[in-house]
């Protein structure tokens, strides 16, 4: 009776025939993350509330309060402006989850870094304030596309039930560990680095066990390079966990769909030459080697499959320009002695065209193959650029 009790407020009913093989995993990492991030949380709220001046008898009441309600204030605002991402929510959740913990934790470093600062805590406060509930957007929002993708049949809201409550009971197991800690005045630099540590990490592989049966952009082309190296598309298991989580801001992306024209093409020749190629495709595909990235320009009546078989096409001849551009390394490589390196390759229309009649025989394979594997294909989460090639024809 104890064990059932217990079962009632963290896991779903029917478990474990009423969730995925992967809700394990991802509730026991889950509870970890939160656990450390309760044990945070005391950390920070005492430093704040040391540095706003509760401690010292000379600070009035109003000013404390009025201080912490403009650093709430502030956070609010950023909970605002951010909601303006809109689709990314769905597109890259993992991706956007975990850069959601990060910047937890870098409002909780500039919360704690108040201690050293107090003379600076409203501007430093607000910051902190604004990042952390940017974060809390975030993870607000990429929750529930989670825990559907756990629920099996109609139960998505005993799943997210039963994940939060097991959130709160390691948030409430952290709080009280920390509480039993900070009276023996830790140091807070070494306290902040471990809490640190053991969070980033859990939520890292929180998210990396989130297995999803849609294609997003990172997804996709996990798929189509697999496929077009081995003629195999991987599983959903194998998808995800070679999914990349982590992007940098400045990552440089190789391919780009739904692009402008200025962008793709450097001069009318190339386009000109292009053309007659994909006179029978609602898109077309070209490759830009100043900005070294395949585009994919999207026509005026690109239906969803088309977006599919464009950013297929895509991938396909990022494929021929990297091993040509490999191919060109190493000969330059062994011509170096002589001093007459090779140029970089500039002739990329062979390789469209090649890349065409690959696309036009494989395609279909590669959708069937996905299909079978359990993937759902849709263009939407590939996110394409809003432009659109309108193609006039002389009267």
């Not at 002739?347 to 079978?372: P, Q």
Request: charged share 20%; with cysteine.
């Amino acid at each position: 009776e104890i064990m059932a009790f217990v079962r009632s407020y963290v896991v779903p009913e029917g478990f474990p025939d009423s969730v995925t093989p992967s809700y394990v995993p991802y509730m026991t990492w889950r509870a970890l993350k939160h656990f450390f991030g309760g044990a945070m949380g005391v950390f920070t709220t005492r430093t704040l509330l040391s540095s706003v001046g509760v401690s010292q008898s000379k600070v009035t009441p109003g000013a404390i309060a009025i201080n912490w309600i403009l650093k709430d204030g502030a956070g609010r605002v950023g909970k605002m402006l951010f909601a303006r991402q809109g689709k990314k929510f769905d597109n890259d959740l993992k991706q956007l989850r975990f850069s959601s913990d990060l910047l937890l934790e870098i409002g909780a470093g500039i919360e704690l870094a108040t201690a050293a600062f107090p003379q600076f805590f409203l501007p430093m406060a607000c910051v902190a304030n604004v990042v952390k509930n940017v974060a809390a957007v975030t993870s607000t929002s990429t929750r529930t596309p989670i825990y559907k993708a756990y629920a099996r049949g109609e139960n998505i809201g005993d799943v997210t039930a039963k994940g939060e409550s097991v959130g709160n009971i390691a948030d409430l197991l952290g709080t009280g560990l920390s509480i039993f800690i900070t009276k023996r005045n830790p140091s807070l630099v070494t306290s902040f680095a471990l809490l640190s540590c053991g969070y980033l990490l859990s939520s890292y592989h929180e998210v990396r066990s989130v297995v999803l049966n849609t294609l997003n952009r990172a997804r996709f082309t996990v798929a189509v390079d697999s496929f077009i190296k081995t003629g195999y598309v991987p599983s959903l298991k194998e998808g995800n966990s070679q999914e990349t989580i982590f992007i940098h801001p400045w990552r440089h992306e190789p391919v780009s769909i739904g692009s402008r024209f200025g962008e793709a093409f450097q001069e009318p020749v190339s386009f000109v030459a292009t053309r007659p190629l994909f006179e029978d495709e609602r898109y077309m595909v070209t490759y830009n080697p100043t900005k070294d990235k395949v585009y994919a320009l999207l026509k005026d009546h690109a239906k969803p499959d088309d977006i599919l078989k464009a950013a297929f096409h895509a991938h396909v001849l990022l494929h021929f320009i990297n091993v040509s551009h490999e191919r060109k390394r190493m000969s330059s490589n062994r011509s170096d002695h002589y001093g007459n390196p090779h140029p970089r390759n500039m002739d990329f229309l062979a390789h469209i065209a090649e890349s065409c009649k690959i696309v036009s025989s494989s395609y279909g394979t590669f959708r069937k193959k996905a299909k079978e594997q359990g993937w759902i294909m849709s263009e939407s989460l590939l996110n394409p650029g809003k432009a659109r090639l309108c193609v006039t024809r002389p009267q």
